[in-house]
């Protein structure tokens, strides 16, 4: 005959939630999830920023090889927001900053390049991009771009970004003090990239990622 102890013990949800074995494991669950969350979240936000690159490079060539003056970008948002009605990032203002950033930073490669910053190719660009930047969410980016007059001062910024987790509203306001500026004495090698890794999940990245969507189009 069985022990009684083999036999399999049904028991309603409430009772789960004194059983302290079961509320370990659902709060390991739950960090795992938020993990996978964030990793797939970054992941498009790295692939976005990649093809928003190489589109960058296409519309100043563009713009070069044909002569096309500033219609031709309100032309190219009509006609990608018909092709894909339900993707983000397509407004003619976006387009303008993606083409602000691009030239932003592809005007300073050689620079980059000579000051050790590290480069990764990006598909259907001939220009490499600089790494950092895959790390940092594009509406960090365009204020980042539109607030720094120097390249120096962005990578400063970037980096605070990545280092401090810093939300958008965080960056703007230390970006409105002057930080870099303020700091300069304190800084031995302003050029150099501070090592960066995806070290923590975050909640607040994962919602800034996400209401960038949200948020692209206004």
Partial sequence: MAEKNNIP????????MADKNYLKWLSDLKKRFRMAQLKAAVKVNTE?????????????????????????????????????????????????????WYL???????FLYQA????QKVDNATTPMPDLLQFVPWRHQ??????????????F?????????MSRTELEHVVKAQLYERSL?????????????????????????K?????EEK
């Avoid at 031709?72 to 948002?77: G, N, Q, T, Y």
């Avoid at 932003?104 to 050689?110: L, N, W």
């Avoid at 910024?157 to 990545?162: D, F, G, R």
Wanted: glycine share 4%.
């Fill in 9 to 16: 013990q049904f028991v309603n949800s409430d009772s789960f």
């Fill in 48 to 100: 976005m920023l990649k093809f928003y690159w190489s589109l960058g490079e296409d519309i100043c060539e563009k713009q070069k090889q044909y002569k096309w003056g500033a219609n031709f970008m309100k032309r190219l948002s009509l006609d990608l927001r018909a092709e894909f009605p339900q993707a983000e990032g397509f407004s003619w203002s976006n387009l303008y900053k993606i083409r602000k």
């Fill in 104 to 110: 932003f930073y592809s005007s300073q490669i050689e």
């Fill in 116 to 119: 050790g910053t590290k480069l």
């Fill in 142 to 155: 365009t204020v980042i771009v539109s607030k720094c007059a120097t390249i120096n001062a962005a990578l």
């Fill in 157 to 165: 910024y970037l980096n605070k970004v990545v280092e401090d987790n």
């Fill in 185 to 209: 004495h304190g800084i031995t090698t302003p050029l150099g990239v501070a090592s960066y890794q995806l070290q923590e999940v975050y909640d607040r990245t994962l919602l800034e990622i």
């Fill in 211 to 215: 209401q960038e969507a949200s948020e």
